[in-house]
C-alpha cells in the first residue's frame, strides 16, 4: 500500500490549505483515516481522524477551523484547513488503517511521506 500526499505549502496567517492524501495497492476495505502533525522541537500529533462511519475526532487547537473528510472509492483523505496560524507550521502525515484482501486478510496503519505546511507573513 502506498499513500501519495499533497497540498502543503507557503500559507500567509488567515490564509487556508487543502492537504490529500490518496492511498493505493492492496486495500480490500479502509478503517480509519487520520492526519498528524509534528512540528520542530516537539512530538508528533493527531490533528484529525475520521472514523469508518464517518464520525470525526480533532485535537482542540483546530476544532473550528480544520475539517477532515474523505472520498472512500477513491482511498482519499482531505484535510482543509482554514484560518491558519504560525503554530500550525509543521510537517503533516497522512495515515491510513487498512485491511487487505488475502486469507488471511492483514489489518495494517500506513503513513504517507509527509508534506510541510508552512504558515508565515
Known amino acids: 500500500v502506498q499513500l501519495q500526499a499533497s497540498g502543503g505549502g507557503l500559507v500567509q496567517p488567515g490564509g487556508s490549505l487543502r492537504l490529500s492524501c490518496a492511498a493505493s495497492g492492496n486495500i480490500a476495505s479502509i478503517n480509519g483515516m487520520a492526519w498528524y502533525r509534528q512540528a520542530p522541537g516537539k512530538q508528533r500529533e493527531e490533528v484529525a481522524a475520521i472514523m469508518r462511519g464517518g464520525s470525526t475526532n480533532y485535537v482542540d487547537s483546530v476544532k473550528g477551523r480544520f475539517t477532515i473528510s474523505r472520498d472512500i472509492a477513491k482511498g482519499t483523505v482531505y484535510l482543509q484547513m482554514n484560518s491558519l496560524r504560525p503554530d500550525d507550521t509543521a510537517v503533516y502525515y497522512c495515515?491510513?488503517?487498512?485491511?487487505?484482501?488475502?486469507?488471511?486478510?492483514?489489518?495494517?496503519?500506513?503513513w504517507g511521506q509527509g508534506t510541510q505546511v508552512t504558515v508565515s507573513s
Open positions: 495515515t491510513v488503517d487498512t485491511l487487505s484482501y488475502g486469507d488471511p486478510p492483514v489489518a495494517a496503519r500506513y
